[in-house]
């Protein structure tokens, strides 16, 4: 195949281009870095497209922005891809604060230059698009919850494995960049249902891994585990630090792109995060990374949540599991962590 990935430097696109490589196929990526741009030097992806050009056998990244509608029609005119994974985005709900335009532009705007080119120049190709759990905005705070010692958890056995794709996405508060998310993902799904086109959307939940650029901003296992090892400290924002998400690692995101490509259901709608079993709190993670690093963590506490965050998240995964029984999670909440402390 000839695959194109948008967002190629950063931790979802990158793992993308690795197993795609990997397995043969052509790829080509889209990316100008603009994530040294939205969060400063830390964000800068610049060392994972190194590790990349050395790594890859057919890989040929360019640093196109895709708010570049006529660069990326030139592109597609020359290129006929098999396979879109869309990964570009500007991905931090506080940053999209400061910058709704560009936030806009990126997401929303960005998505649907890509789709548009796809119909264009070649409908037959399968689209994913990835997505957010923050197209639901607050909607899931609204899920009775109990308090436990380090974490909250769903208080009706009917909500244990958490929240599914029937949860609404609107009248709720998404944060700026959950709203953008929301125009890009509807206008993904119209682009399967109205034209047919082959697009998947995954909803994401926490989504992790080795290569991520962490920052305070956005990555929050990836920041974790940086400044455990840096002896920095670490800021809690709300919630007493027991609010939870369920984290899944960058290949088990990709195994499932891979799975929904070889058999397309067009406008299709999946959450997709580590579920019930790779889910826990902030003062768990820290936990789990102290016993790693064998080291105490310094923490402090803001009173004040971050706007629109969810308080506990867990990904229900029973639909994409349902369509797709072949795939599963290959990696556990514990090695995950184990290869994020280990790597550099
Ligand atoms: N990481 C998570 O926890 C998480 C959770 C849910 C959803 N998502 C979504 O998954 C996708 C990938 O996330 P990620 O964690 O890999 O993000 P990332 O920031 O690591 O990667 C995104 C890449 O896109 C590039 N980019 C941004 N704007 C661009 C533009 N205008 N033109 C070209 N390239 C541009 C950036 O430089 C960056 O390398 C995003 O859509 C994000 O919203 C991520």
Known sequence: MKVLVTGSSGLI????????????????????????????????????????????RSFHPTAMDIRDRSALADYFRSNRFDLIIHCAAQPSHDRARDIPLVDFDVNAVGTLNLLEATRQHCPEAVFIFMSTNKVYGDAPNEIPLQEMATRWDYARPEDFNGVSEECRIDRTMHSVFGASKVAADIMAQEYGRYYGLKVGVFRGGCLTGEHHSGVQLHGFLSYLVKVAKAGETYTIFGYKGKQVRDQIHSSDV????????????????????????????????????????????????????????????????????????????????????????NSV
């Open 13 to 56: 696109g990158s793992e993308a281009v690795t197993i795609l490589d990997g397995q043969g196929h052509e790829v080509w990526g889209v990316d100008n870095n603009q994530r040294r741009e939205f969060f400063g030097p830390q964000g800068d992806t610049t060392w994972n497209l190194e590790r990349l050009r050395q790594t890859t």
């Open 254 to 341: 990709v195994a499932a792109f891979l799975e929904f490509a070889a058999n397309p259901r067009p406008g299709e709608v999946y959450n997709l995060g580590g579920g019930r079993a790779n889910s826990a709190s902030i003062l768990e993670c820290i936990a789990k990374v102290e016993a790693l690093t064998h080291r105490k963590l310094g923490w402090r506490y803001d009173e004040a949540a971050r706007k629109g965050d969810h308080i506990c998240y867990i990904s229900d995964l029973a639909r994409f599991r349902s369509h797709y029984p072949n795939w599963k999670l290959n990696w556990s909440l514990d090695r995950i962590l184990e290869r994020m402390v």
